[in-house]
Structure formats: structure tokens, C-alpha cells
């Protein structure tokens, strides 16, 4: 397996850097490492046309593609989180002074509805302020990268040649997910957004994951060790981040950075690695991804990694 090239996609972020620069090499292939910008182009032509051997993918995307059968399978690096309490916009004269009042309204979301940034603004929603989702026309700027999927029947796509921005600013719309907009009629929903991230972690433990790795199923099935493989090298390209996040030693500390180093004061790591360290997000993730309608079986957590991705952690 040693002359196995693989077609990589992953972005470089603090966590994989090592492995993008060749300061780790993996053990019995190696990566040929394609750049997509932006990275969510990578997302549609993996579930599409599985173009890639490992690929980066948005994690909602990828329980809606394993539901529809597609052929690649993930290990349990987690190289994204965030919190999104930030993520939703309100026109602030539209009269919602509680998210409550989104009920009955209109509410925008970026691209499809299985996004996984407006999955988790959608439980933020319902967990911490009640929002009976099911009362709530989601509307989309753009499509699903599971071409197979249906959204439920109170999920729309955005009128012909508008704009999201511009609905939101107008009032056409209450609020929307996962979009920018400078205007003074619009501001976040929750205010002080990161804190109540923060204050979410302490209390309930939610620590959002956004993306993990996917192999091609046929690599999988040709070479057994593969996934073991590529779970070690991103795990130790993330260990020689953590440890110089623990000691300062990083070169231009992205805002990233710094969220990473307040979750580290919390939970000790800020990027766990592994189904077991991880078990409570990931069902509570397949939790709402059920009741949202993106999936119809709740799956189990094992079902959606590899066989031996149990004794994998780092």
C-alpha cells in the first residue's frame, strides 16, 4: 500500500497545517492534495461523483449521503466546530423580540436546508428557547448537495432572481441562517453570540462539530488498515497544533485560534478526535437531524464509521 496516491481534499487550518506542509507523513500511502476553493465546491462533487479518495465534508451533509447510499464512509476526525448562535439574523423591524417569535415567519437559510450551519441554529433554536421549528417556512437561496433528498413540506426555495440580503433587509423575511449583511436594520438574533456558545458548552456540554473525513468506500474494502492509517495522521498533525496552542507558540493566532484556546480552558481539547469523546454530540446531531426531517431513521452512531472507528481516539 506504501505507493498508494490519494486525492486529498481538506482545507488548511490549525489542526491539519502539519499534515498539508509534510511536517507529519502518513504511514503506508501518501496525499495528493487538491485545493478547492471554496471548500463547499468540494462538498457537491463528493457526494455527486465521489471525485476525491478522502475528502473534507460538512457532517449533515454527510448523514444525508449516507441515508441516500452514497459510497464513501467517514473516521471520526472532527476537524471543524463552531457555535452558532451567531448565525441567525433578524430584521429588527419585523417584531421579533424573542425567537419565539419566529413562529408563523419566515426564516432564511444559506444554500440547502441540510447545511449543517443551519441544522445547529435550528437546535439552538429548539433547545434553548422553545421554537416549535414545524411553525417556521424555512426558505432557501440555493439547493441540496444530495440531489436525492426531499426537504419537508414547510421548507421552500427563494423566489426567482431574489436575493436573500436583500428579503431580510426588506422585512420579506423575519430572519435568515448563514448569511452576511451590513445593514442597520439587521443584527444577530442572540446577542453576545460567542458568550452563549460558551455559556452552551459549560452548561449542556454542546460543542458543535461541523466537519469530518470520508474515504471512498472502495478503498476501504481494498486496503483494511487504510482508515486506521489516515485516522493517525490527522490525529498527530492536531496533536503538535493543540500542543502549541497550550503553549502559545502560535505564529498569528486566528479568531479560530482563540476559540480553540477558551473551549481548551473548558474541556481540556479542543478538537476531540473519536466516537466515545464525541458520542454525546454526535447523538444529539442524528437527534436533530431526524426531527428537522433530513433524515428518516434515526441512525446509530456506529452506523455512520468505519468498523473499527470505535477504537480510534486522539
Request: charged share 25%.
Amino acid at each position: 500500500m506504501s505507493d498508494l496516491n490519494l486525492k486529498t481534499v481538506t482545507r488548511t487550518a490549525g489542526n491539519n497545517k502539519a499534515l498539508k506542509d509534510g511536517t507529519v507523513k502518513p504511514h503506508g500511502f501518501s496525499f495528493a492534495f487538491e485545493e478547492v476553493d471554496p471548500l463547499i465546491a468540494a462538498f457537491r462533487r463528493m457526494v455527486r461523483g465521489s471525485e476525491f479518495d478522502i475528502c473534507e465534508l460538512a457532517i449533515t451533509t454527510y448523514i444525508c449521503a449516507k441515508a441516500h447510499g452514497k459510497r464513501f464512509t467517514a473516521i471520526p476526525v472532527f476537524l471543524v466546530r463552531a457555535f452558532h448562535h451567531g448565525a441567525i439574523l433578524v430584521n429588527t423591524k419585523a417584531g421579533i423580540r424573542t425567537p419565539k417569535d419566529l413562529e408563523g415567519r419566515k426564516v432564511g437559510v444559506n444554500r440547502g436546508y441540510t447545511v449543517t450551519t443551519g441544522v445547529w441554529a435550528r437546535a439552538v433554536l429548539q433547545d434553548e428557547y422553545g421554537v416549535d421549528l414545524s411553525k417556521i417556512t424555512w426558505v432557501l437561496s440555493g439547493d441540496e448537495h444530495v440531489q436525492e433528498y426531499k426537504a419537508p413540506s414547510n421548507v421552500a426555495p427563494i423566489e426567482k432572481d431574489k436575493k436573500m440580503a436583500d428579503m431580510l433587509i426588506a422585512g420579506e423575511l423575519a430572519a435568515a441562517i448563514g448569511i452576511e449583511v451590513d445593514h442597520p436594520d439587521v443584527q444577530p438574533l442572540i446577542p453576545n453570540a460567542l458568550e452563549a456558545g460558551i455559556s452552551a458548552l459549560k452548561s449542556r456540554g454542546h460543542y458543535p462539530i461541523n466537519h469530518l473525513v470520508v474515504i471512498r468506500d472502495e478503498l476501504l474494502e481494498a486496503h483494511p488498515n487504510l482508515a486506521r492509517d489516515v485516522f493517525d495522521t490527522f490525529a498527530e498533525a492536531k496533536r503538535i497544533y493543540v500542543a502549541k496552542l497550550k503553549a502559545g507558540t502560535i505564529e498569528k493566532p486566528t479568531e479560530q485560534d482563540e476559540i480553540h484556546r477558551r473551549v481548551m480552558e473548558i474541556t481540556g481539547d479542543p478538537l476531540p478526535y473519536g466516537i466515545e469523546s464525541n458520542r454525546r454530540v454526535l447523538e444529539d446531531l442524528v437527534g436533530h437531524a431526524y426531527t428537522q426531517g433530513i433524515i428518516t431513521r434515526r441512525t446509530k452512531v456506529e452506523e455512520l464509521f468505519t468498523k473499527d472507528s470505535g477504537t480510534l481516539s486522539a
